[in-house]
């Protein structure tokens, strides 16, 4: 039977425990078959901390939308182990591998993937629907959301297709968000959006996402952002490089993506 409460007692004095939000080890995952195969992870190790926000950098195409979809459940790995929240996919069967996601984790795709035919509001609120919330405080809670983004009346009315990339992207972080789960995990957060709003987003990730029992994992290339992070991964290859502690560290040896 799954158990997917999280709420073991903190012990840790600061806000970061060493309790782990996420183990993965040497997981890996290929696509397609033969000469068309694509090793996409190689044997991924990475902690992620409760109470932290760690950010997933690495070259494009080295593996980091692939990692984090095994982590979000969305993608199964081929092998090795990966524990979330203290739940293994693994001994979960579909339904129970969806009310899990549904209820701790927060996603925001890099495609957005939001739903075209529902309003902001609607996309936002669907989170919380799937919970079992009614519609109506559904939309109001998810309207409170988008007011968090700096989303207007009119904008909460609009369709998906009648907003701007930094506007939709904006919509899938409230999304992520409205429901609190325990893991929040961004792919390329603030790509579509200016300096000025990338910034009040990370904020807003940060201020709700490192929570006490709550953790945040952030793919990024934008090193604008790089401050917000409690600890750094660099990927290579498919797997993790390296882990350090302040994105000076990463400097080093990566001159090139500075
Ligand atoms: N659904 C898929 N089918 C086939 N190959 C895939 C699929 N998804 C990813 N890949 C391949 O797996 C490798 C890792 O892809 P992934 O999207 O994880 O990289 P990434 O680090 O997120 O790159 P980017 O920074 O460009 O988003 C790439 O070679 C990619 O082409
Ligand atoms: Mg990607």
Known sequence: MMNNSYTEPHKATSQVSKKLAVCCRGVTKTFGQG???VKALRGADLDVRSGELLMLVGPSGCGKTTLISVIAGVLQRDAGQCTVLRQDYDNMSENETTAFRGKNIGFVFQAFNLIPSLTTAENVATPLIIN??????????????????GFDERMMRSLPTDLSG??????AIARALVHEPHLIVCDEPTSALDSETGHKVMELLSRLGRAENRALVVVTHDSRIYKFADRMAEMEDGAISRVVNSPLDLKTASEETF
């Not at 079992?132 to 983004?149: D, F, H, T, W, Y």
């Open 166 to 171: 930094g506007q939709q992207q904006r919509v």
């Open 132 to 149: 079992g919330m009614k519609p109506k405080s559904a939309i109001a809670k998810g309207r409170e959301m988008l007011a968090q983004v």
């Open 35 to 37: 000469n068309s195969a």
